[in-house]
C-alpha cells in the first residue's frame, strides 16, 4: 500500500469517480477553533502595549504606547483574518474516498491591501536606490524581490484527498462537525485524515458512507484523541511484537 505509483494510481481514480455526496464547509478546525483564534490573536496584539505597561508606570501617557496599541489592534485583526483564516472547504464523497479544495476566508480587500503595499515598497526600493547609491541595492534588492512576488497576491485553493476502502475506520465526533479516518496501516497517510461537515448534514454523510462501503467501522467518540484508543491504531505494533 505503500507503493507510491499504486497511490498516485487511486488518486487519479478517486478524481475522477462520480461524486455521490457533495458538501461545503466554512469555518475553523471544530467547535472551539474560532475562539482559541481570537484568543491567540487578542494575546498576540496585546503583548507589546502591556509590556510598556509593566516596565513604565507612566506609559499610558506616553504617545508612543498609544500609537503601538492602535498598531497592536490592527494586529489583532491581521492575526485572525489573514494568518488564523477560516477554512472554505468543499467536499466530494466518491467510492474511492473524498477529495476536497481548501481555500482560506480572507476577504479580497486584504489581498488588495498587500498588493497596493507590495508596489508601495517597490516604489520605496527604487527611491533608495537614486538617493543612497549602489550601496542600497544590498538591502532594496531583497526587498524589492519580495515586494515583486507579493504584486500577484491572490487566493489560492489546494487540492486535498482522502483515500478509503472497506478497512477504513471512521470516528464520529459526537456533538462537532469533525470526522476522522483511519486505517490500521501505518505510513498510509493518504487513508488518514479529517473532514469538516455541520452537525445537520453530518447524518446524510454517514448514510452515503454506508451505502458506498457497506463493512465501514464508524466509531462515536467524546473527544478526538479518543480515537488513538482503537485497535486500529496498534494492529502493526502487535504484529510487531508477535
Known amino acids: 500500500m505503500n507503493n507510491n505509483p499504486s497511490i ?31 484568543c491567540t490573536a487578542i494575546f498576540a496584539g496585546s503583548l507589546l502595549p502591556l509590556f510598556l505597561l509593566i516596565v513604565d508606570d507612566d506609559a499610558i501617557y506616553q504617545p508612543g504606547f498609544w500609537l503601538f496599541s492602535s ?6 485583526f491581521v492575526s485572525r483574518y489573514l494568518f488564523g ?9 466518491t467510492a474511492q474516498g473524498i477529495h476536497y479544495t481548501e481555500q482560506d476566508m480572507i476577504p479580497e480587500v486584504a489581498y488588495k491591501i498587500v498588493r497596493g503595499f507590495a508596489w508601495v515598497g517597490i516604489a520605496v526600493c527604487i527611491i533608495a536606490v537614486f538617493l543612497l547609491g ?5 538591502g532594496a534588492g531583497a526587498c524589492a524581490l519580495m515586494s515583486f512576488g507579493m504584486t500577484n497576491f491572490q487566493p489560492t485553493a489546494d487540492k486535498c484527498c482522502l483515500l478509503m476502502d472497506e478497512r477504513t475506520v471512521a470516528f464520529n ?14 505510513g498510509a497517510h493518504a487513508f488518514s485524515g479529517d473532514v469538516y461537515i455541520s452537525l445537520e448534514k453530518k447524518e446524510a ?3 452515503h ?34
Open 85 to 93: 483564516a477560516d477554512k472554505h472547504r468543499c467536499y466530494h464523497l
Open 205 to 207: 454523510l454517514l448514510s
Open 209 to 242: 458512507l454506508q451505502l458506498l462501503f457497506p463493512n465501514i467501522e464508524i466509531v462515536k467518540i467524546k473527544r478526538l484523541n479518543d480515537q488513538y484508543q482503537h485497535p486500529v491504531y496498534h494492529q502493526e505494533d502487535d504484529k510487531v511484537t508477535e
Open 134 to 138: 549602489p550601496l542600497a541595492l544590498v
Open 173 to 186: 465526533l459526537i456533538n462537532d462537525g469533525v470526522m476522522s479516518f483511519a486505517i490500521s496501516e501505518k
Open 8 to 38: 498516485e494510481s487511486l488518486k487519479e481514480q478517486l478524481y475522477n469517480a462520480e461524486s455521490n455526496y457533495y458538501w461545503e464547509y466554512e469555518g475553523g478546525e471544530g467547535k472551539y477553533s474560532n475562539l482559541i483564534e481570537w
Open 71 to 76: 498598531v497592536g489592534v490592527i494586529m489583532i
